[in-house]
């Protein structure tokens, strides 16, 4: 009896160790705004007055054993939960892929369109107007139409993966002063800085598709990397570094590869250096960021590990964050600072704490519900979806307590509600803590779920 058990689960085994062809697809769907077309990414209007590179919406389905996921990287800002529901929605009716086994993110690029987000913030950077208004219509179309042509490419196919290290790239933007204060973005060179407030997060994630026949041929390459893509200044659509990357993998691997970016835990990073007097904004500064980050993955395609895979698995949970508690004095100086905006008398800072209010009064304080997604593929690999912009503590923490090898995070990603910095942040202030509205703990929280559901996935 024993040695027949065994015997049937060893064939159990070998039956469940040998899966199904892996096919895979992928897409790339043009869109660009019209000029004119208010940018996103201030506290201001800022029309696109022309085109300096096109902004895409990228795709990659795969497929195996009769499940099906798909990863959307969007060159934009960031979307709203009620946009990403829209386009799954599109997505399941127009390929049969269930919405929920989609994930969709934003690179966070700062000049591309801004879309309607339901917020009274929506009046003050155009995102209420006509183009606004009618650009966030017919995105959800065009992201269906983006994995409608990736699913209709599937073919036999190979996975790869690798780590590489770039430092000097990215940066933490908060810096401990001489007066003990936490400052964001300090002058250059600033004599009173005393140490950066926090980590940066140096490794690139790179999980490459080749056809798989004797002479494979490049499919697509999926890039996960923290750093602010805001590098490119002035009133011209751009998709930032992450276009640079793509066109730079393009000419090194051929046109036919589609490189898709999710940006990692970089809500309080960006590519500043405070040590170098040189201007760093510019698309001259963009195209530099870019070919560097090319470089390092070009760099790394040596050291790609072919992967077994299997058929997708998704796990995903709603979780519901505090909203940051407000009280009557800070409603009745918000309204009066959205007066001084809408006067053109506005500062920054009371902008910033102003609209957080505002959202938060208009909600009742009542707490976001939130999505964290996660996409297995085989053992080793695993995508993490999380609703903002996330601090890099938090990515990080939930990278060391996978039991994924691979573990890609894609933040604003499904929807997003803003800036989730980690706990200590609250205590330390400044503009993220400022622009926060969910409470302190709620990046915890999310940490929790992410590790929660990558054990759930793990086949071990």
Same mark, same amino acid.
Request: charged share 20%; hydrophobic share 45%.
């Given at each position: ?82 946009? #990403? ?66 699913? #209709? ?63 494979? #041929? ?243």
């Amino acid at each position: 009896m024993c040695s027949l058990l065994l015997c049937s689960l060893l064939v159990l085994v070998a039956a469940t160790s040998h899966a199904g062809e892996l096919r895979v697809g992928a897409a790339a769907t043009v869109i660009t705004p019209e000029v004119g077309t208010p940018l996103a990414g201030y506290y201001s209007l800022r029309p696109a007055e022309g085109v300096l590179d096109d902004l895409f919406a990228k795709a990659l389905v795969f497929e195996q054993d009769g499940a099906t996921a798909a990863l959307v990287a969007l060159d934009l800002l960031a979307f709203s939960r009620t946009t #990403a529901l829209a386009a799954r929605e599109a997505i399941e009716k127009e390929t049969g892929i269930p919405g929920a086994h989609v994930m969709l993110s934003a690179t966070h690029q700062h000049t591309g369109p801004v879309l309607t987000r339901d917020s009274p913030r929506d009046d003050l950077d155009g995102a209420s107007s006509a183009p606004g208004t009618e650009y966030t219509r017919r995105l959800p179309g065009l992201i269906a139409q983006a994995v409608r042509e990736a699913q #209709a490419k599937l073919a036999p196919a190979r996975a790869l993966a690798t780590k590489t290290r770039i430092e000097n790239l990215a940066y933490n933007r908060r810096f401990w002063m001489e007066d003990g204060t936490v400052a964001w973005n300090p002058p250059k060179l600033e004599s009173r800085i005393v140490a950066p407030a926090g980590p940066h997060d140096p490794e690139v994630g790179m999980l490459h598709f080749t056809t798989a026949g004797k002479t494979p #041929a490049p499919l697509a390459i999926y890039v996960n990397y923290a750093m602010h893509p805001d590098t490119t200044g002035g009133r011209k659509i751009s998709a930032d570094y992450p276009g640079v990357l793509a066109r730079a993998l393009s000419l090194a691997k051929g046109p036919e590869m589609v490189t898709l970016f999710a940006n990692g835990c970089c809500g309080n990073l960006n590519h500043r250096n405070v040590w170098w007097a040189d201007p760093q904004s510019s698309p001259q500064e963009t195209a530099r960021l870019g070919n560097i980050l090319a470089g390092a993955v070009c760099a790394a395609f040596p050291q790609l590990g072919e992967i077994e895979t299997s058929a997708p698995r998704i796990r995903h949970a709603i979780v519901r964050l505090a909203s940051v508690e407000i009280s009557e004095a800070d409603r009745v100086e918000a309204r009066e600072e959205l007066q001084r905006t809408r006067a053109g008398k506005g500062k920054f800072m009371a902008q910033v704490k102003a609209f957080r209010v505002l959202d938060i009064d208009a909600r009742g304080g009542k707490p976001w519900e939130v999505e964290v997604q996660v996409i297995a593929l085989g053992s080793d690999v695993a995508f993490v979806s999380l609703p903002g912009e996330i601090f890099v503590e938090l990515g990080l923490a939930i990278k060391a307590a996978s039991p994924f090898k691979h573990t890609y995070i894609a933040e604003l990603a499904n929807g997003s509600i803003g800036y989730i910095p980690d706990r200590k942040a609250y205590a330390q202030g400044n503009y993220e803590p400022l622009s926060a509205r969910c409470a302190a703990g709620s990046g915890e929280q999310l940490v929790e779920t992410a590790i929660r559901l990558l054990r759930e996935l793990h086949p071990q």
